[in-house]
């Protein structure tokens, strides 16, 4: 065993510096399941970024690397361009490396897994990016234009027919993935029931004694029903009107509103799990929405919605142009960019940066948004027709990369066969030396 494992630290070793091929052995399946641990380079003052967007019109999602926040080759790659009917809103897990879109043409919301390759082109260290080939289904039957994932895994999507703004548990998609259910044994839990479950919940504790109460040890114990929550919902809640994009930061949920956005609020504040007041939860208390206040009206709709460390992001069409807003805690709209045609999603870059797709303008842009300007300079980043859907993708590096591809379907392999237990060790170190 000692002889082995030399044998392989001698072959590993002197391609420390210069990279590993790590592929799954079955050959067929190397456009999805090969795997390359990043070679050594020097570092690089800006990461390595990869755009997705979604086209209704052309069925499709596709990729395309960026350079100064447009694309490095001028073109765009097919990354899903099957089994889609009309891909709308998407959005990326960036933890867990899995992407979301909503097909609008199948009222379905898909999950897929994203694979990195790491090859050269024209001398340059190049990436392609695949999916695993695996569609899982996590809700089917709802009017679904616009998804999104937060950052413990929740799903929110808004039901444009029913015309609420809903949550999957991410629990629940885990046991969709481990096939303990399928997609549509998922049952909507109503905001009414919650309310009652809320106030019933609240009698039994006013009901106790306070040592009783004292004893009570709070728990938190996954969701192990296939539900999804339908925590907002026009029939009851007066900020609920048409839904369009849905964002959350983890605690605080944030929705448009497509119509009568003047009088419901173009932009509506939430939360993730929301709580009735105290005076509210009393088994007698007088029927009341969960709480949820405007953060801008003014105009009849919106579309797409995103968030900043310190902004609120929607796009909007009035006045027959389409802008895209930021909005400060407290402050007024401000319109960044008031030149665009039809603009959908939205995707903050995680620093000073918005992107957005113009449906009609064919087009994704991108757009400074570290601080108050009007009309910030737009930079073409990708061409799509019909582009609809945007998210980006950073890929990690040093020890985020090795737990990012040791996070495949597949499990890292080496060219013949996996690699010895005893040396998984020299993943981290290899990986250390990524990008």
């Known amino acids: 065993v000692a002889a082995l494992a030399l044998a392989w630290v001698a072959v590993l070793l002197p391609v420390l510096g210069a990279g590993v091929s790590v592929r799954s052995p079955n050959a067929t399946a190397a456009a999805i399941t090969d795997y390359f641990l990043p070679r050594f380079a020097a570092p690089k003052l800006t990461p390595t970024q990869f755009l997705f967007v979604s086209s209704p019109t052309e069925h499709k999602v596709v990729y395309t690397e960026l350079k100064n926040f447009k694309s490095a080759t001028g073109r765009t790659f097919a990354l899903i361009d099957s089994g889609l009917l009309e891909p709308a809103g998407i959005a990326f897990d960036p933890s867990r490396g899995f992407l979301y879109v909503a097909d609008r043409g199948a009222s379905r919301i898909y999950r897929y897994r994203v694979l990195v390759q790491e090859g050269s082109s024209s001398g340059r260290q190049a990436y392609t990016l695949a999916t695993d080939g695996v569609q899982l289904c996590v809700m089917q039957g709802a009017a679904v234009e616009f998804v999104s994932v937060d950052i413990s895994g929740d799903v929110f999507y808004s039901d444009q027919t029913r015309n609420t703004v809903n949550r999957i548990p991410a629990d629940t998609i885990d046991r969709l993935a481990e096939g303990a259910y399928q997609c549509g044994d998922l049952r909507?839990?109503?905001?009414?029931?919650?309310?009652?479950?809320?106030?019933?919940?609240?009698?039994?504790?006013?009901?106790?004694?306070?040592?009783?109460?004292?004893?009570?040890?709070?728990?938190?114990?996954?969701?192990?029903?296939?539900?999804?929550?339908?925590?907002?919902?026009?029939?009851?809640?007066?900020?609920?009107?048409?839904?369009?994009?849905?964002?959350?930061?983890?605690?605080?949920?944030?929705?448009?509103?497509?119509?009568?956005?003047?009088?419901?609020?173009?932009?509506?504040?939430?939360?993730?799990?929301?709580?009735?007041?105290?005076?509210?939860?009393?088994?007698?208390?007088?029927?009341?929405?969960?709480?949820?206040?405007?953060?801008?009206?003014?105009?009849?709709?919106?579309?797409?919605?995103?968030?900043?460390?310190?902004?609120?992001?929607?796009?909007?069409?009035?006045?027959?142009?389409?802008?895209?807003?930021?909005?400060?805690?407290?402050?007024?709209?401000?319109?960044?960019?008031?030149?665009?045609?039809?603009?959908?999603?939205?995707?903050?870059?995680?620093?000073?940066?918005?992107?957005?797709?113009?449906?009609?303008?064919?087009?994704?842009?991108?757009?400074?948004?570290?601080?108050?300007?009007?009309?910030?300079?737009?930079?073409?980043?990708?061409?799509?027709?019909?582009?609809?859907?945007?998210?980006?993708?950073?890929?990690?590096?040093?020890?985020?990369?090795?737990?990012?591809?040791?996070?495949?379907?597949?499990?890292?392999?080496?060219?013949?066969?996996?690699l010895p237990a005893a040396l998984q060790w020299l993943l981290p170190l290899l990986a250390a030396r990524a990008l």
């Open 188 to 418: 909507i839990k109503s905001e009414k029931v919650q309310m009652q479950e809320a106030r019933a919940s609240a009698s039994e504790l006013e009901s106790m004694a306070d040592a009783e109460r004292e004893e009570l040890q709070p728990t938190d114990a996954p969701n192990t029903e296939p539900v999804v929550f339908s925590i907002y919902e026009s029939s009851l809640n007066p900020h609920v009107t048409a839904p369009g994009g849905v964002a959350s930061d983890g605690a605080r949920l944030y929705w448009t509103n497509k119509a009568a956005g003047a009088e419901a609020g173009v932009l509506v504040q939430g939360q993730v799990q929301p709580e009735l007041p105290p005076s509210m939860a009393r088994a007698n208390a007088t029927a009341v929405p969960f709480p949820s206040r405007p953060l801008a009206s003014g105009i009849s709709g919106a579309y797409g919605v995103a968030t900043s460390t310190t902004m609120v992001f929607y796009s909007a069409n009035h006045s027959g142009s389409g802008f895209v807003y930021g909005l400060v805690p407290g402050g007024q709209p401000h319109a960044f960019a008031s030149s665009l045609i039809s603009p959908r999603g939205l995707c903050w870059d995680g620093d000073n940066t918005l992107y957005v797709a113009d449906e009609r303008g064919n087009s994704v842009f991108s757009l400074p948004v570290g601080r108050l300007m009007d009309d910030a300079p737009l930079t073409q980043s990708a061409a799509l027709t019909g582009a609809f859907g945007v998210a980006l993708f950073t890929l990690p590096a040093g020890a985020a990369a090795a737990e990012f591809f040791a996070r495949s379907s597949a499990g890292p392999r080496l060219a013949g066969g996996p």
